[in-house]
């Protein structure tokens, strides 16, 4: 059924939206800040050790420019397409784009400090448990 904006009832519903904004906005204080993933994806990227990928020409570090450009491509997306950032932290929300974007790319990526530490990449962008990140990258 079509609703007329006209219409009383429709008037109704967006003068309780609008009060419904407005203790929420008077609750938080106005001040409602989120951290997005996209700086802690270009950090963890520049440290990680991309040991392969696809190629690209006409770069010196090739792997690390293209997994950079796709990780923060996929951290753009799920700003538009999820609530991750409202749900996670947004060193997991990272980890999940690097992760997407070197599986989609086909890279190989490692700690820098190598197997040997026990280490795994994602470990660069803080602790988190394998079970929360595996549980998340089923989400997106």
């Known amino acids: 059924a079509v609703v007329s904006t006209q219409s009383t009832g429709y008037k109704r519903e967006v003068e309780e939206l609008i009060r419904n904004e407005t203790i929420i ?7 409602f800040t989120v951290d997005h993933p996209h700086t802690h994806v270009v950090r963890a990227v520049q440290n990680l050790k991309v040991i392969s990928g696809p190629h690209s ?3 010196a570090n090739g792997h690390v420019s293209d997994l950079a450009k796709s990780s ?7 700003l538009h397409l999820t609530t991750f950032c409202l749900q996670y932290k947004p060193t ?6 690097i992760h997407i974007a070197g599986k989609w790319a086909s890279f190989e990526m490692d700690h820098p ?6 280490k795994r990449w994602w470990d660069l962008l803080g602790p988190a448990s394998v079970k929360i990140y595996n549980s998340v990258f089923k989400k997106y």
């Open 25 to 31: 906005l008077q609750t938080l204080g106005f001040e």
């Open 57 to 59: 020409e006409g770069q």
């Open 72 to 78: 923060y491509f996929m951290a753009t997306e799920s």
């Open 92 to 97: 997991l929300v990272a980890a999940v784009c």
């Open 113 to 118: 400090q190598g197997p040997s530490t026990g």
